[in-house]
């Protein structure tokens, strides 16, 4: 009877462990289907522009809800967005996947930030029995004259860092969360970036993260940091 136990024992831990190998394997798979939804070569316009961006993502497990889009509007604009799904893991990744590929049907017809997450919105609240939602930073940039039109839905605000002077917050929400609320509306605002200053956007991941002192950096960390920094590229 012990040595039947065993066997079965030893069989039950074999099948365990194929299912769980399975599982990673399907996740890596997932895992690199969403990387391969965020953009990793620059923007291309008809005429050389004058802007940098870069972006990073270091998820903390296989798939994470964070992302990053950025793509030519037209011969002068640049789109770009930033978004956090409430949640980690699977469920976060699929509404994710789901509202950056609406976000970007949408902006093939409409221009207009606010117009474009009223839009968004509208489609992601009608399916959403789940009752997931997104914050999400949609801008679109004119690299002709450093005119930033963005919308901001209930993200953190950006950073600006000037060419001369100090770091500041800016972009503060122009409304409530995605996916959530039928009929939410939101305001495009304005931002001037002159030559030479940083833009940065970022989600919850780097203003939670504890430094070495166990206090959570939060966006004066972020802030401090910056200070710190010289001229360099966006990349850098």
Do not use: C
Not at 118 to 138: C, I
Request: glycine share 8%; charged share 20%.
């Amino acid at each position: 009877q012990m040595i039947e136990s065993l066997e079965s024992n030893v069989d039950a831990l074999a099948q365990a462990e194929a299912s769980r190998l399975s599982v990673e394997r399907e996740l890596d798979i997932a895992r690199d289907i969403q990387q391969s939804l965020q953009p990793h070569v620059a923007p291309r316009f008809e005429r050389p522009v004058d802007v940098e961006i870069a972006a990073v993502s270091l998820p903390a497990h296989h798939v994470a809800g964070d992302f990053y889009d950025y793509w030519a509007l037209d011969d002068r604009h640049l789109a770009f967005m930033l978004g956090d799904v409430a949640g980690k893991g699977v469920p976060a990744a699929i509404f994710m996947g789901v509202a950056r590929t609406t976000l970007r049907m949408v902006a093939t017809r409409e221009h207009d930030p606010a117009a474009i997450l009223e839009r968004v919105n509208q489609r992601l609240q009608a399916d959403n029995e789940q009752g997931l939602f997104v914050t999400l930073f949609l801008g679109v940039y004119d690299t002709r004259t450093g005119n930033l039109k963005y919308a901001n839905a209930g993200h953190h605000p950006g950073l600006l860092q000037p060419a001369v002077g100090e770091p500041r917050s800016v972009t503060a929400a122009t409304g409530t969360i995605l996916g959530t609320l039928d009929g939410a509306t939101w305001t495009t605002e304005t931002l001037q970036i002159e030559p030479g200053d940083h833009f940065i956007l970022y989600t919850d991941g780097l203003v939670e993260a504890h430094g070495a002192d166990g206090k959570m950096v939060d966006t004066e960390g972020v802030v401090k940091h910056l200070r710190t920094l010289g001229a360099q590229s966006a990349k850098e």
